[in-house]
């Protein structure tokens, strides 16, 4: 079906290349890290693609009347994760939206005294960015202090299959040894092990000259299982892939209000870290159509969910979701819940909104659950759910009546009982005045 118009689009993009950095194994606390150039480069990049292919009205994929000169932040919104790697995050997102909306001459006012002011730097462009602090809001940040997660985390590294992997790693970790400089050497710490790496391939000349052909590989294999164990899930709704769930809940809405004809929302930046990449490509099932995706998304990736309209006589709203694996790669369609084209929006609601976490109540209810996920109910069960709940609460009336009855006849033979006087055989009787309680 060709969909040639594009109501509005949702971005969810990792950030850009940063120094060398350390998170927690269980907890996923993180250590202190900054944005590098080359990071920033990264993700300018990528907003300079975007552009292109959404505000350029030459694109076949331009957003349908959407101002693309200057930005119109009623049409165009940013959430930026904190927390872990806060403020590499924040600074690729400015970064971004750099390229997105560049400087523009137009960018000025005219003063009362018939002065012209030209914003600086050519008329640069400061678009507005959304915080997203997990004190406050964990959607963009919900898989630390949650000990649901970290006892899934714990169940996976306690599981055979990890087991087999730490096994058939050892080669790798006995060779790795002399080029981590003291770092633990185990499957746990896979992914401290290959950033580490991978951050000196990058920056440290002599490094890059010394280590051995093929480990750098190696390392992201085994991270790639590490990453990849510890944030999904086979269910949906898993607390395995919360760090999907949460964001669920921004996907929804915002496609919601973008469909909503009264409502301006056009762009949405998502600005986050890969975490969240891995648990989305589970919970829609693009990992089973595409392995290569599983594990660890490079700096700069990114999900575009675009909304588009069916021509005539369907006009429904599709999603077309498109995937680009860091700097150097394309955007290529990838396709959800077993869908091999454009998914009906009706359709994908339908599918993830149970899965979804839409607050901050139920994120606490979740973390503090002692089960791993909650049964989604199927349609097809429907009948048979019914069935059991109305026989349930029959019962359970049922019971409430029998037990008023016990407690009534109960009550009744204590006041005889303390009624009944020394050497009398005789009841006394004394009318007892009940109240009604409407319930």
């Not at 809001?137 to 949650?146: A, I, V």
């Not at 599981?159 to 499957?187: H, I, Y």
């Not at 051995?212 to 999904?232: K, M």
């Not at 760090?243 to 301006?264: M, V």
Request: proline share 5%.
């Amino acid at each position: 079906m060709l969909l040639s118009k594009v109501l509005g689009v949702i971005v969810i993009a990792r950030n850009g290349d940063r120094s060398s950095y350390y998170q927690d194994p269980y907890s996923y606390a993180g250590s202190s890290t900054e944005t590098t150039a080359l990071g920033e480069a990264e993700s300018f990049q990528l907003g300079s693609l975007l552009r292109s292919t959404y505000l350029d009205s030459s694109s076949p994929s331009f957003i349908n009347g959407i101002r693309s000169d200057l930005v119109d932040n009623n049409e165009v919104k940013a959430r930026v994760k904190t927390g872990v790697e806060g403020s590499v995050v924040f600074d690729s997102s400015i970064a971004l939206l750099q390229g997105l909306f560049p400087p523009n001459k137009n960018n000025k006012i005219q003063l009362a005294n018939d002065t012209t002011v030209v914003a600086p730097l050519g008329g640069y462009q400061y678009v507005p960015v959304e915080t997203v602090e997990p004190g406050n809001d964990r959607s963009l940040e919900s898989w630390t202090d949650c000990p649901a997660f970290a006892r899934h985390t714990r169940e996976f590294y306690g599981s055979q299959e990890f087991k087999d992997k730490a096994k058939d790693a050892q080669s790798f970790f006995k060779a790795a040894k002399d080029f981590v400089f003291g770092r633990p050497t185990t499957l746990e710490n896979a992914w401290n092990i290959f950033d580490f790496m991978n951050t000196q391939l990058v920056h440290n000349k002599t490094y890059a000259h010394r280590l051995p052909p093929t480990l750098i590989e190696q390392a992201r294999h085994f991270a790639n299982f590490h990453e990849d164990g510890v944030f999904s899930d086979k269910h949906i709704n898993g607390v395995g892939n919360i760090a999907g769930r949460t964001l669920l809940h921004t996907i929804i809405t915002s496609l919601e209000r973008i469909a909503f004809n009264g409502d301006p929302l056009q762009f949405l930046l998502v600005q986050t870290t890969y975490q969240p990449f891995i648990s989305f490509f589970h919970q829609t099932g693009i990992a089973d159509e595409h392995p290569e995706y599983k594990g660890i998304p490079n700096f700069s990736s990114a999900i575009v969910i675009e909304l588009r309209r069916g021509n005539p006589p369907d006009l429904r709203d599709f999603l077309r979701i498109k995937f680009k694996n860091g700097t150097f790669d394309h955007f290529r369609d990838v396709h959800v819940f077993g869908h091999h084209s454009d998914i009906p929006l009706t359709e994908f609601i339908y599918r993830a909104e149970n899965a979804a976490i839409t607050s901050n109540k139920q994120w606490r209810e979740v973390c503090t659950s002692s089960e791993s996920f909650v049964p989604l109910s199927l349609p097809g069960n429907t009948n048979v759910q019914a069935a059991f709940t109305g026989a349930f609460a029959f019962i359970s009336l049922l019971a409430l009546f029998m037990l008023a009855k016990f407690v009534k006849r109960s009550r009744a033979r204590a006041r005889e009982a303390r009624l009944r006087l020394p050497g009398d055989e005789n009841v006394v009787h004394v009318p007892v005045l009940e109240k009604t309680r409407l319930i």
